[in-house]
């Protein structure tokens, strides 16, 4: 099926009959006859309409019709990539991403030009991930524009952009990118391998593709962080991290992550030392608030009694006098109807949501307690564990963080102190058994590295401006390579690893 | 693999589900007491009483109740409470325990040994010894006492630290009954009208009180037993050296009253002979002067030297007064035995042993006071 080997007259009407069949219910394709010997077609609003009557049916309409041909019509357009194509199937799965086709009357190859501009949105504010000073741009859904933010910070030519194309259906482009010297061959390896055995019609967004490269269909915690800020990207593209973009998701995956990686933010490092360090240290005294708070109050006020101090047991026991349900059971109300406001505010219309905040925090807290359904202190306790749970920058995070509480309150209902003390071993066990492309998940902890701790945790001004604290490779292979803190400039990860 | 899964689960759920239920006590379905008593009744019953959380007034201010009981044995009496409240009663937050000294020169090692056998009693208590009947102290209403139990046991506490009362936990009543070469302090409290006071020191020979010890040499026991130190030391001297530095005033006392205080000391006890069985007992003072009752010239040569010297020789005496109060009751609550059996190999002391052996005991005593400020421009 080829222009050449029929005898046609009009190059419009033929083009109509062969893409119909091909395109069959595409309504948008429009096929456009210049003259009895020239066609130009292309899919409505997936082209530059501007750069289409400027640069192409400009220059095609004013050639004369008997004169034309394909080499001149490919010299005289100069504003994009043409190539040449005579298979009609190849035609149309191109006009679906956006080419212009052009044929020509009596010759065997037409022209595809590339063209496409696909619907996006200007780059904006994050909206999701804020901080108070620093660059507030955010990713949006265009992967070109997404990767022109990249170039524009990091000018080194050893950043490697890797396309990729995902998904048998929707065919989505997806990016690896890297620093090359920076990075550990082996997370390429691991990701690029995880990347081909995935076999779906497409993946809607990068959250998806996160859970496909995971090793853990059943993990509590994200083990690769998601973030829409082009600074955490190239913060972490200086950590030797990897770096996946898609093309219409506004956010890129960074991996491997550690389990500390959730619980930073990048403001920290623009503010002076001494403060990004208690900011860093205040969100791990919130994760630790927000998972053991309201359990122990469970179990100090079914089983350990003993341990309540005198000046505090005498308003528990004039709060708690007046509640009729056992504290396990306040408790897990009193924490749904948490829940309950925050997915509320989430799901509501923002105008709507402002208002379920006055609601939820007026009438619940202070009528809860006048009605004798909770006790004051209970109401705090659980405002505060709400609280430490929102310090996490990250939101996967914070949620893994709030449902874990779930599991322990009840086992401090049932076991007391025991009890949280169970659960807590069960979830430090999982939390041993995760890795992030295949590096341990509790990394720099476990393994201990002190150089990434300090750095991680900045605990040395020095810090600040670091951004590896042992060479890459280190991290996975075992402590032979701990000395080697000379071998930061190495280039190549693979000799030195073995 | 999905089989092992459910295993795995299966086994957890049933750990969490198929032990058993584990007794709790619901903070507010639960009479918490904060303190006990124990006083001897007739026919060898005892009475219990017991301070208990009270319903909070609308100020705020906690209150308690008291409720006392009989039984034949103090864990009967004490399981007898219940009959007399809502509520079950526990025993985790009791920070008070006091006896009767009835009681107390009875023995009551069997009333302080069911404390130990209960895990939900926390071993640092505090102990004391009252004599009056306790309930009298319990259930009086105090206008400015809340709730009593606690107040006892911040009470002692503070003298713990501050004062002349040695550590009296049921951690250290527990460890003195039980060594071979030292005896039992306990505080006496007592109520004196309005107030509940500390007035002396019961001195035990093992569980059984023997003797009481007033403040003055109590202060001296203290210095010698407890890393925490009496902040001030009231000495009590003749003038004799001192007087040619005392300005004259109009009347005119044969004795000097200081008060010290103190900043920092040391003691140490060393065994010298173990045939004589000489200890030598020595205590380093650096003390500020706080209080003088005559007009002393600071400012003259050697006066200060003069009044350290003093200082040194009457609290010397004061000391060896205090020990020889121990030897007459014959209860070594300094512990001079442990002192012993930790010098001496092989002495197998027991304690009825060093009991003998503690009469024999001779001391020499040093006390030499450092004035590190007598708060005068010089």
């Known amino acids: 099926m080829t222009v050449s080997n029929m005898k046609i007259s009009d190059m419009a009407v033929y083009l109509k009959v062969e893409l119909k069949k091909l395109l069959p219910n595409c309504s948008d394709l429009v096929i456009h006859g210049i003259n009895s010997s020239v066609a130009v077609c292309y899919i409505s609003g997936l082209i530059d309409s501007k750069v289409l009557s400027s640069s192409i049916l400009g220059v095609i309409t004013v050639m004369d019709e008997d004169e034309v041909n394909t080499e001149l019509i490919r010299q005289t357009i100069t504003i994009c990539e043409i190539e040449r194509e005579g298979n009609l199937e190849q035609v149309a799965l191109k006009l679906l991403q956006g080419h212009v086709y052009i044929g020509v009357l009596d010759e065997y190859e037409g022209l595809l030009c590339n063209i496409a501009h696909f619907p996006t949105r200007a780059i904006a504010a994050s909206e999701n991930e804020t901080v108070i000073f620093g660059p507030v741009l955010a990713f949006n859904e265009s992967l070109g524009e997404n990767i022109a933010v990249l170039r524009s910070y990091i000018k080194s030519p050893g950043l490697v952009v890797e396309p990729h194309i ?35 019609d497409g993946l809607l967004g990068n959250a998806l593709l996160m859970q496909k490269l995971q090793n853990h269909p059943y993990a509590l915690f994200p083990l690769m962080t998601l973030t829409e800020r082009p600074d955490r990207t190239i913060q972490a593209l200086m950590e030797g991290k990897i770096v996946i973009f898609m093309e219409g998701d506004s956010h890129v995956i960074i991996g491997p992550s550690s389990f500390i990686d959730f619980f930073l933010s990048v403001e920290d490092r623009y503010m002076s030392w001494g403060t990004g360090l208690f900011i860093r240290m205040l969100r791990f005294v919130g994760l630790m608030m927000s998972v053991f708070l309201t359990p122990i109050y469970v179990a100090a006020l079914t089983f350990h009694y003993q341990m309540i101090p005198p000046a505090l047991i005498v308003s528990l026991i004039e709060t708690r006098s007046k509640v009729p349900f056992p504290p396990l059971l306040e408790t897990l109300m009193l924490e749904m109807t948490m829940e309950f406001l925050r997915e509320a505010g989430v799901r509501l219309p923002t105008k709507v949501g402002q208002t379920i905040g006055i609601v939820g925090g007026i009438v619940i807290g202070q009528a809860a307690v006048q009605a004798g359904f909770t006790s004051n202190i209970l109401i705090m306790l659980v405002a505060l564990a709400a609280l430490g749970s929102f310090t996490t920058p990250n939101y996967l995070m914070s949620g893994s963080i709030r449902l874990i509480r779930y599991p322990m309150i009840i086992m401090a209902g049932l076991w007391g102190i025991l009890g949280i003390v169970f659960v807590a071993m069960l979830i430090f066990i999982h939390l041993l058994r995760q890795t992030s492309l295949g590096r341990p998940y509790l990394f720099p902890l476990f393994p201990f590295r002190r150089k990434d701790l300090t750095v991680d945790m900045l605990l040395t001004p020095q810090s600040h401006y670091s951004y590896r604290g042992s060479p890459a490779q280190s991290s996975l292979n075992s402590s032979e390579n701990d000395n080697a803190s000379n071998r930061s400039s190495s280039k190549d990860p693979q000799s030195d690893s073995n | 693999m999905i089989k092992f899964k459910i295993t795995q689960i299966a086994v957890v759920l049933m750990l969490v589900f198929l032990t058993g239920c584990f007794h709790s006590s619901v903070l507010e379905r639960t009479s918490i007491s904060v303190a006990l008593g124990y006083d001897k009744m007739g026919e060898g019953k005892i009475q219990t009483s017991s301070v208990l959380y009270g319903p909070t007034s609308k100020e705020g201010k906690e209150s308690s109740h008291v409720i006392s009981v009989v039984g034949e044995t103090s864990k009967g009496a004490r399981q007898n409470l219940n009959h007399k409240l809502a509520f079950k009663v526990v025993s985790g937050q009791i920070r008070f325990i006091a006896y009767e000294s009835e009681l107390a020169e009875e023995g009551i090692i069997s009333i302080v040994d069911t404390l130990s056998r209960d895990p939900s009693y926390g071993e640092m208590m505090y102990l004391s010894v009252t004599e009056k009947p306790i309930r009298d102290l319990f259930a009086y209403k105090y206008p400015n006492i809340s709730n009593v ?8 506490a503070h003298n713990i630290q501050n004062s002349w009362v040695p550590s009296c936990t049921l951690h250290d009543f527990r460890n003195d009954y039980y060594s071979a070469g030292k005896e039992a302090v306990l505080p006496l409290v007592e109520r004196t009208d309005k107030e509940v006071n500390v007035t002396a020191l019961a001195l035990f020979k093992k569980d059984v009180m023997i003797g009481k010890m007033q403040p003055k040499e109590a202060v001296y026991l203290k210095l010698l037993l407890d890393r925490d130190q009496p902040e001030t030391i009231e000495v009590k001297m003749p003038k004799d050296g001192m007087a040619k530095y005392v300005r004259k005033v109009g009347h005119s006392f044969n004795y000097i009253k200081t008060a010290l205080g103190n900043i920092g000391s040391h003691s140490s006890i060393k065994l010298i002979s173990k045939d004589d069985l000489t200890f030598d007992v020595r205590i380093q003072l650096n003390v500020e002067l706080q209080e003088v009752s005559e007009d002393y010239d600071f400012a003259e040569q050697g006066a200060v030297q003069q009044l350290e010297t003093e200082l040194s020789k009457q609290m010397s005496k004061d000391l060896v007064k205090m020990l020889n109060q121990l030897k007459r009751l014959n209860s070594d609550a300094v512990g001079f035995g442990e ?16 009991q003998d052996m503690f009469q024999k005991a001779t001391f020499n005593t040093a006390v030499h006071v450092n004035l590190i400020r007598t708060g005068t421009i010089e």
């Open chain 2, 339 to 354: 002192v012993y059996r930790s010098s001496v190999r092989n002495s197998a002391l027991t304690k009825d042993k060093w």
């Open chain 2, 149 to 156: 139990g606690t107040y006892m046991s911040r009470l002692i």
């Open chain 1, 166 to 200: 995902i998904g048998e259906k929707m065919e989505t482009r997806i990016q690896l990118t890297y620093m090359s010297e920076y990075v550990d061959e082996q997370y390429i390896k691991y990701v690029k391998s995880k990347l081909e055995q995935i076999k779906t």
